[in-house]
């Protein structure tokens, strides 16, 4: 019983002081830091929730961004054209998610590898294409203005207010992993027809990840959205789903912890090779193929390894 224990003391102590070092860590470093770790924070959330659509359930979506990307246009939009306060864009942009989520879970519910991917990919290109083209709606290349939630707020209660949405959703998707619907979204990854022989309502289950994911997404975009204040279709590109992708298999596909390593893990790289100019993206990929050919299950499996060491000789 207590060596059954140990895991649990040192899980909790371990999450208690990344915590507490989370909460003191802005008060020690200088602005634009701050700033990176919001930002590091927002794709936390989003490699998160899409490592629980596809990672743990095996829906290869390549329209997750746009989801974010839509929750910050339907609260922008509504302001900016009729006057409405924040509030009411935030319920704009989570209704709109949702049902669209729901919407394309429907009509995509019969596909899965690359054929999901690719519809997605079309679905996002179209919303891309769509919001450039009603640019005297969207204001689209020149960007839409969105209000700050809170002009008053200095960078360190942004980062709070980041670090909050963080938590909350994490311990959220966490749940789910742990609780009986991780369990069916794993029977669908692993065999979808056995799933379903063994009772799991598999078309109930894909649109609840779908819809589940996608408003999750399409929440933190409404906040990011009013952080940065402008939003253009850019947002929407490939290379914004690529990223998200790249942070969850860097850090580890299907695992809780992967997301959480490798989002914060690619952030920092970037900004780090940002001053190269063009060959930023040369040494960023090649930093990430090589750890990717060290550890092919990604950072987690590293960690994971230690942390079973660490326990065995405790």
Not at 32 to 50: C, D, F, G, L, T
Not at 95 to 115: D, E, F, H, N, P
Not at 135 to 164: A, H, M, W
Not at 224 to 246: A, M
Request: glycine letters at 8%; charged letters at 10%; a positive charge.
């Amino acid at each position: 019983m207590q060596f059954e224990r140990k895991p649990l003391i040192i899980n909790f102590s371990m999450t208690a002081l990344t915590i507490g070092c989370l909460i003191l860590l802005p008060f020690w470093l200088k602005e634009y830091w701050i700033h990176v770790m919001i930002i590091a924070m927002y794709y936390i959330v989003m490699a998160s929730s899409w490592n629980l659509l596809s990672g743990y359930t095996g829906q290869f979506s390549l329209a997750h961004q746009t989801f974010a990307a839509l929750g910050g246009y339907a609260s922008g939009l509504i302001i900016h054209h009729t006057g409405v306060p924040i509030w009411v864009g935030f319920l704009t942009a989570l209704i709109t998610t949702a049902s669209i989520g729901l919407l394309l879970g429907v009509l995509l519910l019969r596909m899965k590898g690359i054929y999901l991917a690719v519809a997605t990919w079309a679905f996002s290109e179209s919303c891309r294409l769509t919001i450039a083209a009603l640019y005297k709606i969207t204001r689209g290349e020149q960007g839409l203005s969105l209000p700050p939630l809170f002009p008053s707020l200095t960078p360190i209660k942004y980062y709070f207010l980041f670090l909050t949405l963080m938590l909350g959703f994490l311990l959220l998707i966490y749940l789910v992993i742990k609780s009986p619907i991780g369990s069916f979204l794993r029977a669908i990854k692993d065999d979808e027809l056995a799933a379903r022989a063994m009772g799991v309502d598999t078309v109930k289950w894909k649109l609840f990840v779908m819809v589940f994911a996608s408003t999750i997404a399409g929440v933190m975009g409404f906040f990011y959205g009013h952080y940065i204040v402008i939003l253009s279709p850019v947002i929407l590109s490939f290379n914004e789903i690529g990223k998200i992708v790249i942070m969850v298999v860097f850090g580890g596909l299907g695992t809780f912890i992967g997301p959480l390593i490798g989002a914060p893990a690619i952030v920092i790289l970037s900004e780090l090779t940002r001053d190269y100019g063009a060959w930023n993206m040369v040494f960023y990929s090649l930093i990430v193929i090589v750890i990717m050919r060290i550890y092919r299950e990604g950072l987690s499996a590293f960690l994971i390894k230690g942390y079973k060491a660490l326990l065995s000789h405790s």
